[in-house]
């Protein structure tokens, strides 16, 4: 009778190692490699995103400030502030205005009504006998100056008297009268006067002065 001996022992075999090692080192030297590339790049990936966050908070700032002047400008309040100015200016230049008119008014800038006033008064009162050769309103009618020739120096006072009556002569008084004989060689003077003075009796010339002044004097 045989018998069968299994030699075969597991123990006696010769085993791999998967896991030597220089496989363990390789492993880890990839996984440094790789770990430091995707740090790299996360790092360059966030400093970009920084750079776009700090570009997007100036633009922000500067929208910002532009959107508070913009609103201060055009705010109600400053358009309401504007209006309360232009409506005072306008006041102000309407008080002066009126303070002028009311001034020119009182007559305390002197003579507002210009000359023709007088030389309608002058024209009005016409005496016969009595012309005028001229006039002279200085400044505010403070001086006043007549010249003329008379025949009878006696017309003097009725004239006076009755230009006295006009209106704008009112307030105004004649203080200085001057009288003389024409000259002789005078032709111009002698052609103004009337036909009846100068073919007739022989008249004199006045000057009347409601104030003294240089031609007074002369």
């Known amino acids: 009778m045989s018998q069968q001996i299994n030699l075969f022992n597991p123990v006696f075999m010769k085993r791999r190692k998967y896991f030597s090692l220089l496989a363990m080192l390789q492993a880890l030297g990839m996984i440094i490699v790789g770990s430091s590339l995707f740090y790299g790049y996360a790092v360059y990936q966030v400093g970009q995103l920084k750079k776009q966050s700090e570009e997007s908070t100036k633009r922000f700032n500067a929208e910002q400030v532009r959107l508070a002047r913009y609103a201060a400008e055009f705010s109600p309040q400053q358009a309401n502030q504007t209006l309360q100015d232009e409506v005072r200016r306008l006041e102000k230049q309407a008080a002066d205005e009126a303070e002028l008119v009311e001034t020119i008014k009182s007559g305390a800038v002197g003579n507002t009504t210009g000359y023709s006033e007088y030389m309608r008064a002058f024209a009005r009162q016409v005496v016969k006998g009595l012309w005028l050769t001229g006039f002279k309103v200085t400044g505010d009618a403070a001086q006043i100056s007549l010249t003329g020739g008379v025949v009878n120096p006696e017309l003097l006072p009725a004239y006076i008297q ?36 100068s073919s007739g009796p022989r008249y004199v010339e006045f000057t009347l002065h409601s104030s003294p002044d240089s031609e007074a004097k002369k």
Do not use: C, D, I, W
């Open 162 to 197: 009755r230009l006295g009556k006009e209106s704008v002569m009112r307030g105004k008084a004649f203080t200085t009268l001057q009288m003389q004989q024409p000259a002789a060689k005078a032709g111009s003077a002698t052609t103004a006067a009337p036909a009846s003075a």
